[in-house]
């Protein structure tokens, strides 16, 4: 087996090069597990009555099964579970992952940590979106993080420095292959806010430029978990998690400072990946609320941006270069949450490739939801 302080390099997060060779990942048994038995874990504990998603599978007409079938079979798919309101309209494993499996996230777990920091906000921990972060962590004081604003970090635009997209959110490949291979092995042992400040260039200012960040979503984490005085996991556990319904434990891989690995850290079982999603769409629904403001925000267009989408929200990919999906969560070698609102619809893609055409997956949701419309009327 492949050591996986050789592999993580490529893997820390999400990739955005679309000129990535078709091939499988060596290591993805150990994706699928989410890095669970490698990594400092902290685990999310789920409610004592899990929310119930009804398979309907049987009344999925013939011709949206074909489609799914194809994405399959195209992506090398490991698991794939399509949902209407909490109504399972399809379901598919392979390559000895099943629903007891606990998929990695990577990147995903960036719009998984603005969802915290919304919650942050409504319950008051966090006084405004507005306000700077070195407000709440007064040690990333005088650094790009902590003098810009919650938003702006939220829209990825801290200003701290220029990453290329070939290095997946890292300032450099040394900083790529170094740190996510730690973080997966249990061996991350450095204070994230002294990487920090270590790496800060203060390139630009805050705010007026799109700029894929890992540096940014660790930022967010370090605010929640300052904000609520909790550690990341619990506030998760207790504002996200409890109310996704969960049936399983999630995971978070932290450092050995208790701080959790926000960018690319979250792993879960499939049908939980799902009932995110389902708790996303169900707030984003209701439109009074101070959650359902933020959502409405988080998945609207924010800042232009490269990559996945033409256009990013907060930690959120904008429209996913589809006209049906309205917004996605995104990780590396196809770990997808596509979400279209007026259908209700939710469909989870976990696949470990690194073939480019994994990033054309949104694109399914166009022939998929107008089928979807048809039948249901």
């Known amino acids: 087996m492949f050591k996986i302080k050789i592999v993580l390099g490529l893997v820390t997060l999400l990739t955005l090069s679309l000129t990535a060779t078709a091939t499988e990942m060596p290591y993805g048994a150990l994706v699928s597990d989410g890095f669970r038995q490698q990594a400092r874990i902290a685990y999310v504990t789920p409610p004592k009555q899990a929310k119930v998603l009804r398979s309907t599978t049987d009344d999925t007409p013939a011709e949206a099964k074909q489609i799914l079938e194809n994405l399959f079979d195209r992506n090398n798919t490991k698991a794939l579970v399509v949902v209407r309101g909490s109504e399972i309209l399809y379901e598919r494993y392979r390559f000895g992952v ?179 999603g389902v708790m996303v769409l169900n707030e984003l629904s209701n439109k009074d609320s101070c959650f359902g403001k933020f959502l409405a925000n988080a998945t609207s267009h924010q800042m232009a941006s490269t990559g996945p989408a033409t256009s990013y929200g907060y930690q959120t990919w904008i429209g996913c270069r589809s006209t049906k999906t309205d917004f996605c969560f995104v990780g590396f070698g196809g770990q997808y949450l596509l979400f279209n609102i007026t259908s209700n619809t939710v469909l989870y893609h976990h696949a470990t490739t690194f073939s480019s055409v994994v990033w054309q997956t949104p694109q399914v949701m166009d022939q998929l939801v107008p089928i979807l419309a048809a039948a249901k009327q």
């Not at 099943?98 to 920091?117: H, I």
Request: glycine share 10%.
């Open 98 to 276: 099943g629903k007891r499996s606990t998929p990695l996230g990577y990147s995903m777990s960036k719009s998984l940590t603005a969802l915290a920091v919304g919650r942050a906000i409504c319950d008051g921990h966090i006084n405004s979106i507005n306000d700077p972060i070195k407000r709440y962590v007064p040690r990333l004081a005088g650094t790009s993080w902590g003098e810009a604003s919650v938003k702006d970090v939220l829209r990825m635009s801290s200003g701290a420095y220029k990453t290329e997209l070939r290095f997946n959110g890292h300032k450099n490949q040394e900083q790529e292959r170094s740190i996510g291979a730690a973080i997966a092995e249990g061996k991350m042992n450095t204070d994230f806010i002294e990487l920090m400040k270590t790496n800060d260039e203060k390139q630009f200012p805050s705010g007026s430029a799109f700029n894929y960040s890992n540096f940014d979503t660790i930022a967010l984490g370090l605010l929640v978990q300052a904000a609520s005085q909790m550690s990341f996991s619990e506030y998760f556990e207790k504002t996200i998690w409890h109310p996704t319904g969960a049936e399983s434990r999630g995971a978070w891989m932290i450092n050995g400072n208790g701080q959790a690995s926000t960018y690319q850290g979250f792993s879960a079982r499939p049908h939980d990946w799902i009932r995110l």
